[in-house]
């Protein structure tokens, strides 16, 4: 071993050229956004919100992408579970409870979009709406944008692989290797479209469509957040060198119900859940971190207690915030407000 | 003032509004080296380059999408749907997305697009280069439509289009593209989205439409005040938002309102017109409002004896107004 090569490199994420300090801030996303998820399945059964749609199990790539990415340039555009991706990417708690109970403050929608629709104009969240994959396209658009306003920067979207059955996706896709824009395309897929399972849905491998679109396609452990950061890092270099677009499909399993709308065992079993409850990214990676020597049980404790100091903060000021006013839904329809009757 | 094809009119918008803003660019099908199908982008390309004016693949949903991205981040595209017959596949990217940007965003993001798709028959079309859609998109809130009949209207409203903050649907009609020719000054002018146009005054009957039919009807009226019925003729120009103030004072000016579309009847934008002037006036009319649309069939065939019975022309309107002025 040359002397150039610290000690540092005996762990995987130095090996990545991740700090202990990053490393430890992934696993405390993924985490925080874990607890969240669960915050809201208990409002939910509490009667407290409407609905909620969950996205346990997929922390763990969203946060490797995203820390893989330029928060300060990039452009977003999730889909409705990534909940640790906006996390990662600067909004808040409070802010995700001010959508969940659909309050005037709302920074996605004021309130107005179902919970998990993002979008957050100062983070370069782009705003998103419930047909799926609507926003592959705008995702290859606003990369071309970027290209002609010669800005160095990516776009990443997100969808799940049963969105990748949709047109938009294969066009947009189309699109983007046509021009070799700057656009990574990750698939986080859970297993399951609703009800629908893999084997019904895809007759391949969603990766291996990328071969037809003349861009690469790789598949990557999504339980893994150190994979998903390597790939979607590899993924950025190239589309800033102009070498164009990636489609990287991270493997993982919807842990939770579709949403609390949906009762999951009427298509799948207990057994099969808590099979992959036991592959979990999020504790896998809490103990790698522990095995790393910079994490141990008592600072974890300690994490819970601010994380839940955290969530009943924002838990409360979600509930407490006022509603939009009713007759606000009428705003907003066309720019300064113009009514919908003409002039 | 210079004279020119309805087609160079909204050729010549565009190109002043591409040297105007270096942001505003022109996405479609073979809008790049051929110049259009109906050369509408001719010459753009050598004066532009082939970055602003882009030959995409052939792949509407795409094409509008692309286009709602690249606004989202501050473009300002000018999307072309070959025919507005092609339009339906990116119905979802146009409905679901670009009309709801700004609402669903609380006013944080916003969708300026242009799209523009040729419409109407009278071409030997057959059924799928012949429809009128507007009726699909009418009722969006969130999008603004828009149908020029005349040179004028056509650049000064895709220049108002351009600059509009938001999403505009310009429907030009494929008929009019070398039939009609008219005035276009060559200064910066442009149409106001929203406000309707009185295009001949007159005291016994009040007709409104908008595109291609107002030619008939402005021939039918000059004929007809031969036989001395007089017409008020009121083009919308803007479908979405509809003028409501100017269809109401041209209905009041006559008492008797008869509106033409070559879209089919049932569901069409003359329903909402009508509703318009009944909620607000119907005391004050002194006829049933009358309508004179296309047929009621899911579109228009090729052979020309069909096509001729389902296309308006200046002797059915003026059969109509006829009808209507003897009311």
Redesign the interface.
């Known amino acids: 071993m040359k002397q150039s090569q610290s000690i540092k490199n005996e762990t995987k994420h130095a090996e990545l050229g991740l700090t202990d300090e990053q490393a430890i801030e992934m696993y405390v996303t993924m985490i925080t956004s874990r607890r969240y998820d669960e915050r809201c399945l208990l409002l939910q059964r509490a009667g407290k919100i409407n609905f909620h749609v969950s996205g346990i199990g997929q922390e763990a790539a969203q946060v490797g992408a995203a820390f893989a990415l330029n928060r300060e340039v990039d452009y977003f555009l999730p889909y409705y579970r990534d909940y640790a991706l906006v996390l990662t990417l600067g909004m808040t708690l409070r802010e995700l409870m001010l959508s969940l109970f659909a309050k005037a403050e709302d920074p996605n929608s004021g309130g107005r979009q179902m919970p998990g629709h993002f979008g957050h104009k100062r983070l370069r969240i782009v705003t998103g709406s419930s047909p799926v994959t609507t926003q592959v396209p705008h995702a290859v658009g606003i990369a071309l944008a970027a290209k002609m306003k010669k800005k160095e920067l990516v776009t990443f979207v997100t969808f799940g692989e049963g969105s990748s059955n949709q047109g938009d996706f294969h066009e947009g896709c189309n699109f983007a290797g046509v021009h070799k824009l700057p656009v990574i395309l990750m698939c986080e897929n859970n297993q399951y479209a609703i009800s629908v399972p893999m084997h019904k849905q895809l007759g391949g491998r969603i990766c291996d469509r990328a071969a037809g679109y003349g861009f690469p396609g790789v598949r990557v452990d999504g339980n893994d957040p150190l994979e998903v950061f390597k790939v979607v890092k590899e993924a950025r270099a190239r589309a800033i060198a102009g070498e164009g677009a990636t489609l990287i499909e991270a493997m993982m399993y919807r842990i939770s119900p579709h949403s609390t709308s949906d009762n999951d065992l009427a298509y799948r079993t207990k057994e099969e859940v808590d099979e992959h409850r036991g592959k979990d990214g999020v504790v896998k990676y809490k103990q790698y971190l522990i095995e790393c020597g910079i994490w141990d049980e008592e600072k974890d404790a300690e994490l819970m207690v601010k994380i839940r100091a955290m969530l009943d903060d924002a838990t409360e000021y979600g509930d407490k915030a006022p509603f939009p006013k009713p007759e606000d839904i009428l705003l907003h329809v066309y720019d300064g407000d113009q009514s919908q009757g003409g002039r | 003032m210079p004279v020119m094809e309805y087609i160079d009119a909204i050729r010549l918008a565009m190109k002043e509004e591409m040297e105007r803003d270096e942001d505003v660019?022109v996405l479609g099908e073979d809008v790049g080296y051929k110049g259009g199908v109906f050369s509408t982008t001719k010459g753009l390309l050598e004066q532009f380059g082939e970055?602003?004016v882009m030959d995409?693949?052939l792949?509407e949903?795409?094409i509008?999408?692309?286009?709602?991205?690249?606004?989202?981040?501050?473009?300002k595209?000018i999307a072309e749907m070959q025919y507005s017959d092609f339009m339906f596949?990116a119905t979802?990217?146009i409905i679901?997305?670009a009309a709801?940007?700004?609402?669903?965003?609380?006013?944080?993001?916003?969708c300026p697009i242009v799209i523009r798709a040729p419409i109407g028959g009278g071409v030997f079309g057959g059924l799928y280069h012949s429809q009128c859609p507007e009726s699909v998109f009418f009722g969006t809130?969130?999008l603004?439509i828009v149908a020029p009949f005349r040179a004028y209207d056509a650049k000064g409203l895709l220049k108002a289009a351009v600059r509009?903050?938001?999403p505009v649907l310009f429907f030009e009609n494929k008929k009019c593209y070398k039939l009609i020719v008219g005035d276009v000054p060559e200064d910066d002018y442009t149409v106001p989205i929203?406000?309707a146009n009185v295009l001949r005054e007159g005291d016994d009957i009040t007709v409104i439409s908008y595109s291609l039919p107002l030619h008939f009807i402005l021939e039918a009226a000059e004929e007809l005040e031969e036989e001395g019925i007089t017409s008020h003729v009121l083009d919308l120009r803007?479908l979405q938002?509809?003028?409501?103030?100017s269809i109401l004072a041209a209905a009041r000016r006559t008492g008797k309102v008869l509106i033409i579309h070559e879209d089919n009847k049932f569901g069409g934008i003359g329903g909402e017109v009508s509703a318009i002037i009944a909620e607000e006036m119907l005391f004050e009319l002194d006829a049933p409002i009358m309508r004179l649309c296309g047929p009621d069939v899911p579109a228009m065939p090729i052979n020309p004896p069909g096509e001729k019975f389902f296309m308006l022309n200046k002797d059915k309107v003026k059969e109509a107004m006829r009808q209507l002025a003897l009311y």
């Open positions: 660019f970055d602003r995409t693949p792949a949903s795409a509008a999408g692309v286009a709602i991205g690249a606004a989202m981040y501050g473009m595209p596949p979802n990217q679901s997305e709801k940007i700004r609402y669903r965003s609380n006013n944080d993001w916003s809130p969130g603004k509009d903050p938001d929203g406000e803007t938002p509809l003028d409501k103030e």
